[in-house]
């Protein structure tokens, strides 16, 4: 790898952070019968999708945010093309390591992140957050939003865990869903974060979206409303986690974590 592009992945990749989405599959896989280590191929390139759609997401021609992670955000270290071509490096590396899981399953999981963070989630999602503005903006505008911005790579974790560990179309259905639940609650968190909390603590700018006229959780049903929509989300993720291949007592801790987190 070219030494100046290894630096600049590694300096947004390894910077400290949650790890939600490897996090969210490994759990998933072990959960289904597998050893984490036969997860190490797809947990990265989660990591790398990620990463990627972070780098993009804070370039001045999105959402022109300084900080991430607890640092300058990529374009600010290294500059702006820098930062795009960053950002196509770990997603191009993201299918390259896929892409080394067993032939009997790799088809699967490949289209699965493909369309989760591309045309059919996290893209598209990027795409219609750009135009979504608190003005005009309505719960079903917001819910499709979310749903595919963040619930797209969300539950492509959950998805692709029960595509490696072999399972029908109807379990892996079943993931699915529980993953974009999980997604959802993600976002209306991040959403309350945004609002409430300090920029030491959350590592990246506060009240970004509001200076930006976002359409989020809580610019529409505000604070109190949008922490009465998570609780909502998590009961009805409950369920879903109670109807999935999942023992509820592996994910719960997840879903508490995600409801409660403060960064
Ligand atoms: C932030 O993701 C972007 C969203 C999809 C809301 P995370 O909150 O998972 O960020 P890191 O990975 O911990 O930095
Ligand atoms: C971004 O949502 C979701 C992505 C796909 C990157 P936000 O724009 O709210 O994420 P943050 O708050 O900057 O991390
Ligand atoms: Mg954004
Ligand atoms: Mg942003
Ligand atoms: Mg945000």
Known sequence: VLPELKTMMRYSLLAPCKRFRPVLYLTALEGLGMARHQGRHGALALECIHTYSLIHDDLPCMDDDDLRRGQPSAHRKFGEAQAVLTGDALLTLAFQLLAMDPPSVVGSM??????????????????????????????????????????????????????RAGRGHSEVASLRELGASLGLIFQIQDDILDCVSEEGDLGKTVGKDEEQGKLTYSSLLGLEGAKERLKMEVMKAEELMNASPLDPAEVKPLLHFLANRSH
């Open 110 to 163: 490949v289209s699965e992140l493909a369309r989760s963070s591309g045309i059919d989630g996290m893209v598209a999602g990027q795409l219609l957050d750009m135009e979504g503005h608190v003005e005009g903006g309505n719960l079903e505008k917001l819910i499709n939003i979310h749903r595919r911005k963040t619930g797209g790579l969300i539950s492509c974790c959950l998805a692709m865990a029960g595509q």
